[in-house]
């Protein structure tokens, strides 16, 4: 199993800014996966990280505006930009996803409110 | 593509009856199938998963699911509701290869005292 610490656990932004979430693993893992939550819907998956190259985004969701790190094989960040109250949701970083992989683990969710 | 659709927006049964969420999934292959918990205010949580062997998989805090193939179907069930088990229920599918997750869209269930 993998333990998945996600900072912050929410936040109340003002329009325009940004945020930036924060994804730790407990063990090394190849890839990482950003969820969006908005209220009252399913989770959509916003992008997957691999260590060491640039993150694929789903359709939809473009790099300026979810720019992704993943600096090391336990760490990611996820930023919002230029934030608008459609951006309010939360977000989430999940791991445990890949080919040899059975089971995923999800963070506790950061829940964004945009003002 | 893979999807999954969960026919019920909202499920409300009696404390101590039984209860269905229903989910049924497209995948081009073999799937992997799970259900998730998601509390107010929490992250979500892991109740089972079906990835091959028994049609019946039984998981966290007394629930089960039924693997269907013919049906394409995967419910949940639970033999005796609690309130507390009260929560959003998500159904999610991949695909056996290194391809994330689809999540249905969520089913509320309600257990009234």
């Known amino acids: 199993s993998a333990v998945i610490s996600q900072k912050p656990s929410r936040d109340i932004c003002q329009r325009g800014t940004s945020l930036t979430i924060q994804c730790q693993v407990d063990?090394?893992?190849?890839?990482m996966f950003w969820y969006r939550q908005q209220p009252g819907q399913s989770l959509t998956l916003i992008a997957t990280?691999?260590?060491?190259?640039?993150?694929?985004?789903e359709s939809g969701f473009v790099i300026d505006k979810f720019p992704i790190s993943r600096p090391n094989l336990t760490f990611s960040t996820l930023t919002v930009s230029n934030l608008s109250p459609e951006d309010s949701s939360i977000y989430l970083c999940?791991?445990?996803?890949?080919?040899?992989?059975?089971?995923?683990?999800f963070g506790q969710g950061t829940r964004l409110t945009v003002v | 593509a893979q999807s999954v659709a969960q026919p019920e927006d909202q499920v409300n049964v009696a404390e101590g009856n039984p209860l269905t969420v229903k989910c049924t999934y497209s995948?081009?292959?073999?799937?992997?199938l799970f259900w998730y918990v998601q509390y107010p205010n929490r992250g979500l949580q892991f109740l089972l998963k079906?990835?091959?062997?028994?049609?019946l998989v039984k998981g966290s805090y007394g629930f089960e699911a039924e693997f269907n193939k013919s049906q394409t179907s995967f419910h949940l069930k639970k033999p005796s509701a609690l309130v507390s088990d009260s929560a959003l229920y998500f159904c999610?599918?991949?695909?056996?290869?290194?391809?994330?997750?689809?999540f249905g869209k969520g089913t509320r269930l309600s257990v009234i005292a």
């Open positions: 999940s791991v445990g996803q890949g080919i040899r992989d059975t089971e995923a683990f």
């Open positions: 063990s090394q893992v190849t890839m």
């Open positions: 990280a691999n260590q060491g190259s640039e993150a694929t985004y």
């Open positions: 995948v081009s292959g073999n799937p992997y």
């Open positions: 079906y990835i091959t062997g028994d049609n």
């Open positions: 999610a599918v991949r695909d056996k290869g290194n391809t994330p997750l689809v």
